[in-house]
């Protein structure tokens, strides 16, 4: 496994793996991995010949009093995971290297990043995109890996990876939770051994929604049903609920097409998402 620090090595490497032949699948992270994460990378190995993971906390999706200075950093922890997983490549740029003095050149999806956390985090998905199209020209893969945890994020990168025309598939894998229920996430360590209890809120809330859609298709009253599932957990305030398209984030009056229920929570000062497909 080689550990790249810098862009001209990644892209040399890159470039000479894509020269040989080799399909590489690309991870991008924040680092702070966990089970989720090695998950998007077991797919990417199944389909790829070369795979590389990027640990990268990205200062510009966060927001001036959200968490990137606490935000978990595990390095040598998440390379020896990666190490076990047979990872073949590490892109570990510095914050200079990817934002270097002067520069103030931004990738925006308009219309669909205003939504959901785009709504609740303005500016997360402009540093989203920006991160990510970095990476994809750096990297150069021929597919790269998500979570479906992040379902407006994925929608925002398709669409990116449309209307850019960038040279890759973008394949989403499912949700990997707890036995409980909970959505794995880095931020999870935030939680208390009372707010891990009380984040299971999310999990329920959806799980109503999901068994209530069987019948009902009313996107107002599926929000209702969520809201009182919330309604029982007092420790915990509510961001968003929302019934949507998957592709565009727009709200949907009923669910007889398909629909993505997603919701964002605040457990104590740690914000937690998660979501289904109906």
Known sequence: MRILKTIAEAQSACTQLRAEGRTLGLVPTMGALHEGHLSLVWAARTVSDMVAVSIFVNPTQFGPNEDFSKYPRTFETDCAMLER????????????????????????????????????????FRGVTTVVSKLFHIIGPHKAFFGQKD???????????????FPLQIVVCPIVREGDGLALSSRNRYLSETERGQALVL???????????SGEKSAERLIEIARAVFAEELGVRVDYISV????????VADVRGGALVA????????????????
């Open 203 to 213: 999990h329920r809330a959806l799980i109503a929604v999901e068994d209530a859609a």
């Open 151 to 165: 379902a407006a994020q994925v929608a925002v990168l398709r669409k990116m990876v449309r209307d850019l025309n």
């Open 244 to 251: 949507v398209d998957p592709d565009t984030l727009k709200d």
């Open 263 to 278: 919701v964002a929570a605040f457990v104590g000062s740690t914000r937690l998402i998660d979501n289904v497909v109906l």
């Open 85 to 124: 997983e047979g990872v073949d490549l590490i892109f570990a740029p510095t914050v200079e290297a990817m934002y270097p003095a002067g520069a103030n050149t931004f990738v925006v999806v308009e219309g669909v990043s205003d939504r959901l956390d785009g709504a609740s985090r303005p500016g997360h």
